[in-house]
């Protein structure tokens, strides 16, 4: 019988679970034991685990129904072979990319939360690393919502912020997109500022990205300052976990109650990571009355 066990890697979120081999089937007791650790952690680190696409595809789905990567700046999936696996690369064969995101930096950001259902999860599985650089990085959204001043807990509740479709996280514009010169005009899904986490149901602040973000109701000024102040508390280092790529590491993330970033790397390395991402349910706002008497009876 499969002994998992889980150690955290930061106080707040991140964990590596050992003693499990992804390309074996894992029972019920072991899934539930993941369920368990991933919603304690957050993000789940796997190290030497080394998948083909068919085992990353049929790991992944042990969490849910698959969610096909959004539209990348190319317009065709990067596999034909299998269209529901992204793949994040720098590398370029022939002159063409492999894949998204490039070797620069990923600012800090959600995925796809410019639809109404973004995903649940995503996966992300090394299967090529640069010596140096690119190091992807988590922030707690629980953690960053319970820290706020109860000023700006009152001024955000039953907020809602556009969340822009047109750029990903490497600055590239999507495919269909043109530019956005201002926010409020920004194409994309409304969601709350607080989210209550459909599983949990805790509070978590849901961000987005920064970039032609927009705090509806208000004047932009308005909007733009109180954004800044909530992306520099929600990225601090404190709240953060950081991660180290090692060959065939495999990192499972929630995606509504963590942001993710990543390091720029040097582009005559080559990163090759293949990816896939769970369907999630409709966002839905945190109501503080409600969670209160949730609690009291
Ligand atoms: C992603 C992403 C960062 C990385 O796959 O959504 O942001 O480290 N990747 O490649
Ligand atoms: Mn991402």
């Not at 539930?32 to 998948?51: I, K, M, N, S």
């Not at 063409?96 to 800090?108: K, Q, R, S, T, Y």
């Not at 308005?222 to 102040?229: G, R």
Request: charged share 25%; proline share 8%; hydrophobic share 40%.
């Amino acid at each position: 019988m499969t002994r998992i066990s889980v150690t955290p890697l930061q106080s707040s979120l991140g964990a590596e679970v050992s003693g499990i081999d992804l390309r074996q089937p894992v029972d019920d007791e072991v899934l539930a034991a993941l369920r368990e650790a991933w919603a304690r952690h957050l993000v789940l680190r796997f190290r030497g685990q080394a998948l083909s696409d068919p085992e990353l595809l049929a790991f992944s789905r042990l969490f849910g129904e698959l969610d096909p990567p959004g539209p990348n700046p190319y317009g065709k999936p990067f596999l034909s072979e299998f269209p529901e696996i992204n793949v994040i690369s720098n590398v370029k064969v022939d002159g063409v990319p492999i894949g998204n995101l490039g070797d620069g930096e990923a600012v800090w950001h959600c995925d796809m939360t410019y639809v109404e259902r973004p995903p649940r999860a995503a996966l992300l599985h090394a299967l090529e690393i640069p010596p140096g650089g690119g190091d992807t990085f988590w922030s707690d959204m629980y953690l960053a919502y319970e820290t706020l001043p109860d000023h700006t807990k009152a001024l955000i509740s039953g907020r809602r912020a556009i969340h822009d479709a047109t750029y990903n996280s490497a600055g590239m514009m999507r495919k269909g997109m043109k530019e956005v010169t201002d926010p409020r005009e920004a194409p994309g899904a409304h969601h709350p500022l607080v989210i209550a986490h459909p599983d949990t149901r805790r509070p978590a602040l849901f961000l987005g990205r920064r970039r032609n973000s927009y705090v509806l109701g208000m004047d932009l000024a308005e909007s733009n300052a109180l954004l800044d102040t909530l992306w520099e508390h929600a990225t601090r280092p404190e709240f953060t976990f950081r991660q180290e790529w090692q060959l065939h590491d495999l990192i499972l993330w929630d995606n509504r109650c963590t942001l993710h970033r990543r390091d720029a790397f040097d582009p005559n390395a080559s990163r090759i990571m293949h990816r896939t991402q769970i369907k999630g349910p409709a966002i839905e706002a945190f109501d503080p009355a409600s969670a209160g008497m949730a609690l009291e009876s």
